[in-house]
């Protein structure tokens, strides 16, 4: 870790005019698209968003080089609506692995008008339009990681901060500050409050992937039991007659699926697997299951059922793209729109992995989508000496053994997610299981389903709403409790 005096250092490159910063009146960040092959945040194409306005500021490339002091275009966006100047708390709304277009209209909007709170949202490195380079190869993303993401969304906290105060003719004021993240973007909300805890009065770990796990096989067996006994079947039985048919008519089955640009077996496999996660992980799981039982129970050709459901629903509807699974287009370096596919990729191949492989008994999965596929995708598409050490980053954070402190944890029930995250509360870290039969990725910001989105994060379409409801009224009292302590004032937000 960086010394105090290195972190000033660091600051003092990021503070530039605070006319940049426009804080007029009234005037956030969604994960958008289909993350390659862990889904880790993908919203409706047809998001709603509190802003869009894009604003811009000089971020330091390598936070931890002494000499380096290059410097690139970071995207943030502001959303004030419900600030109250000029003492309100500010939600820093984390984006993750992909383009953060704008500050999406979940659940967070309902937070700031109850505390009365500024949202701010910074895009990850290397995302988006946030990227420090022309061209993304390998040699190019070796600033691509956490922890220069985190050392980030620390610059970007102390310069707004300084902004604010300048645009508000104040000295060293303090507003009082609150990280809120889902998923990848939940574990740097957890990882921010435990690496910068003077920095934030708290965070919100929604559905937070804090464990990075090699051999992820909890994932696929977590599928499985959100599927219930029909469903697992159908699905078990769909998996092996595609694996016998591979051997036998490749070419016919994958046009079946309309994948026939997959040559690699293991990128054809990875790709149906996908489909089905989707239907758990984003509340939606009688789109995938109910056909499916149908179809077996009436004797139908259930790779055809399932074909139909890729096809209409996870290509159709839900807007996955065939091309996120071709290595061939994860080794494209352009900077363009598809760039967020290798950019995952790396940040999985040097750090997290969360390689979701297939157990080695009553698997959903093929049980070709193993270790080998995915030492041998980062070596494809990255070059030799490249993977993941995930040793190396659960003893930087700890995975769910975090030394932290005010940090919520919540994780749906139907998510296979939730087992890389913490699942056991424990001292000024609590952690709430919501359950439900649609309770799947960030159902506490994103409601029900968490896919496509839910305005306002509504939970009426959950199974069970008090679920939800429960879970965010604790959230809310430790919200406010953390913002009162922090300020020093023991007064409520609310």
């Given at each position: 870790?960086?010394?105090?005096?290195?972190?000033?250092?660091?600051?003092?490159?990021?503070?530039?005019?605070?006319?940049?910063?426009?804080?007029?009146?009234?005037?956030?960040?969604?994960?958008?698209?289909?993350?390659?092959?862990?889904?880790?945040?993908?919203?409706?194409?047809?998001?709603?968003?509190?802003?869009?306005?894009?604003?811009?500021?000089?971020?330091?490339?390598?936070?931890?080089?002494?000499?380096?002091?290059?410097?690139?275009?970071?995207?943030?966006?502001?959303?004030?609506?419900?600030?109250?100047?000029?003492?309100?708390?500010?939600?820093?709304?984390?984006?993750?692995?992909?383009?953060?277009?704008?500050?999406?209209?979940?659940?967070?909007?309902?937070?700031?008008?109850?505390?009365?709170?500024?949202?701010?949202?910074?895009?990850?490195?290397?995302?988006?339009?946030s990227t420090p380079f022309n061209s993304h190869t390998t040699e190019n993303l070796k600033y691509l990681s956490s922890k220069q993401a985190?050392?980030?969304?620390?610059?970007?906290?102390?310069?707004?901060?300084?902004?604010?105060?300048?645009?508000?003719n104040k000295t060293d004021a303090e507003n009082s500050w609150f990280v809120f993240g889902i998923s990848y973007s939940g574990a740097l909300?957890?990882?921010?409050?435990?690496?910068?805890?003077?920095?934030?009065?708290?965070?919100?770990?929604?559905?937070a992937v804090v464990l990075a796990v090699y051999n992820f096989t909890e994932f696929d067996k977590q599928v499985g039991e959100s599927a219930?006994?029909?469903?697992?079947?159908?699905?078990?039985?769909?998996?092996?007659?595609?694996?016998?048919?591979?051997?036998?008519?490749?070419?016919?089955?994958?046009?079946?699926?309309?994948?026939?640009?997959?040559?690699?077996?293991?990128?054809?496999?990875?790709?149906?697997?996908?489909?089905?996660?989707?239907?758990?992980?984003?509340?939606?799981?009688?789109?995938?299951?109910?056909?499916?039982?149908?179809?077996?129970?009436?004797?139908?050709?259930?790779?055809?059922?399932?074909?139909?459901?890729?096809?209409?629903?996870?290509?159709?509807?839900?807007?996955?793209?065939?091309?996120?699974?071709?290595?061939?287009?994860?080794?494209?370096?352009?900077?363009?729109?598809?760039?967020?596919?290798?950019?995952?990729?790396?940040?999985?191949?040097?750090?997290?992995?969360?390689?979701?492989?297939?157990?080695?008994?009553?698997?959903?999965?093929?049980?070709?989508?193993?270790?080998?596929?995915?030492?041998?995708?980062?070596?494809?598409?990255?070059?030799?000496?490249?993977?993941?050490?995930?040793?190396?980053?659960?003893?930087?954070?700890?995975?769910?053994?975090?030394?932290?402190?005010?940090?919520?944890?919540?994780?749906?029930?139907?998510?296979?997610?939730?087992?890389?995250?913490?699942?056991?509360?424990?001292?000024?870290?609590?952690?709430?299981?919501?359950?439900?039969?649609?309770?799947?990725?960030?159902?506490?910001?994103?409601?029900?389903?968490?896919?496509?989105?839910?305005?306002?994060?509504?939970?009426?379409?959950?199974?069970?709403?008090?679920?939800?409801?429960?879970?965010?009224?604790?959230?809310?009292?430790?919200?406010?409790?953390?913002?009162?302590?922090?300020?020093?004032?023991?007064?409520?937000?609310?």
């Amino acid at each position: 870790m960086a010394t105090a005096a290195m972190t000033t250092m660091r600051l003092s490159k990021a503070v530039i005019s605070a006319s940049l910063l426009l804080l007029v009146a009234l005037s956030g960040c969604v994960h958008g698209f289909v993350a390659p092959r862990t889904l880790l945040n993908r919203l409706s194409e047809n998001n709603n968003y509190l802003t869009t306005e894009e604003l811009w500021f000089n971020q330091t490339l390598d936070h931890y080089s002494p000499y380096d002091h290059r410097q690139f275009k970071q995207r943030y966006y502001e959303f004030l609506d419900y600030f109250q100047v000029p003492d309100g708390p500010i939600f820093l709304k984390l984006c993750g692995e992909s383009s953060c277009n704008g500050i999406a209209n979940d659940y967070i909007s309902i937070l700031a008008k109850k505390f009365g709170a500024a949202v701010v949202s910074l895009e990850h490195r290397y995302y988006g339009k946030s990227t420090p380079f022309n061209s993304h190869t390998t040699e190019n993303l070796k600033y691509l990681s956490s922890k220069q993401a985190l050392f980030d969304l620390a610059v970007f906290r102390q310069w707004y901060q300084e902004s604010l105060n300048l645009k508000q003719n104040k000295t060293d004021a303090e507003n009082s500050w609150f990280v809120f993240g889902i998923s990848y973007s939940g574990a740097l909300s957890a990882w921010f409050r435990l690496k910068f805890p003077h920095l934030t009065c708290g965070s919100l770990a929604s559905s937070a992937v804090v464990l990075a796990v090699y051999n992820f096989t909890e994932f696929d067996k977590q599928v499985g039991e959100s599927a219930g006994a029909e469903c697992k079947a159908a699905l078990q039985e769909v998996t092996q007659v595609v694996d016998q048919r591979l051997t036998s008519n490749k070419k016919e089955l994958k046009k079946q699926f309309g994948a026939a640009e997959l040559e690699i077996d293991g990128d054809f496999l990875y790709f149906l697997a996908d489909a089905a996660v989707i239907a758990f992980q984003y509340g939606n799981p009688d789109k995938l299951c109910t056909p499916l039982v149908e179809a077996k129970k009436a004797g139908e050709d259930l790779v055809g059922a399932y074909a139909k459901y890729v096809k209409e629903y996870y290509v159709g509807t839900f807007g996955a793209s065939v091309e996120t699974y071709n290595q061939k287009h994860l080794k494209k370096t352009a900077v363009d729109e598809g760039s967020s596919d290798r950019l995952w990729w790396f940040q999985v191949c040097t750090e997290v992995a969360y390689f979701q492989v297939a157990p080695a008994n009553d698997s959903i999965r093929s049980s070709k989508v193993d270790t080998k596929y995915h030492l041998d995708l980062c070596k494809n598409v990255f070059g030799e000496g490249i993977y993941p050490d995930v040793d190396v980053t659960n003893i930087y954070y700890g995975g769910t053994k975090i030394a932290g402190s005010r940090i919520i944890f919540t994780n749906g029930s139907q998510d296979p997610w939730r087992h890389a995250s913490k699942q056991t509360s424990s001292p000024d870290m609590p952690s709430y299981l919501i359950t439900c039969h649609n309770c799947g990725h960030g159902t506490d910001m994103r409601g029900c389903p968490q896919s496509p989105l839910s305005i306002e994060g509504n939970a009426e379409n959950c199974s069970s709403s008090d679920a939800v409801q429960k879970v965010r009224q604790q959230m809310i009292e430790h919200i406010d409790l953390w913002l009162s302590e922090c300020k020093g004032t023991g007064r409520s937000f609310m």
